[in-house]
């Protein structure tokens, strides 16, 4: 077995296990954190090109979801619900053409992760970021793809 893998892993079940102790004392989400981490480890792309192409991505997820609430609303449900679904979701994807933003799955994840925690944005964002900062700190450059 590969040592750098079995380091990473190791550390990254560490600090799994105390992100699930210890987020929900400082009133952050534990499956959105698995969520942030998931994404940069999916990317393939480690170290800082991996965690600004996954807290970018992420994050604008967040921001689509909101925008559909609030076209869904103004358009008004249950037809402006869908209306707005379909619109954003083109945008989505196009989204996958600008370089900053081309890791679509991660625009999904901070999307749906808002409508799962009820778009508490606040607390999502933070779950997101520090999560995934955790999951960049314990891979170091030794296990850089």
Do not use: E, H
Request: proline content about 4%.
């Amino acid at each position: 077995m590969n040592r750098n893998l079995l380091l990473t892993a190791t550390a990254i079940g560490v600090l799994c296990g105390l992100w699930a102790f210890g987020a929900p004392l400082v009133g952050l989400s534990i499956w959105a954190g698995f969520a942030g981490c998931t994404t940069y480890f999916a990317r393939g792309r480690r170290l800082l090109p991996g965690l600004g192409l996954t807290l970018a991505t992420t994050l604008v997820g967040v921001l689509t979801a909101l925008a559909m609430i609030w076209l869904g609303d103004v358009i008004g449900a249950p037809a402006g619900t869908g209306i707005a679904v379909g619109l954003i979701v083109i945008v989505i994807v196009l989204m996958g053409a600008v370089p900053w933003l081309a890791f679509v799955p991660g625009i999904f994840v901070g999307c749906y992760s808002t409508f799962a925690i009820d778009a508490d944005w606040r607390l999502l964002g933070l779950s997101l970021s520090r999560a995934r900062s955790s999951a960049w700190r314990a891979t170091g450059p030794a296990s850089s793809s």
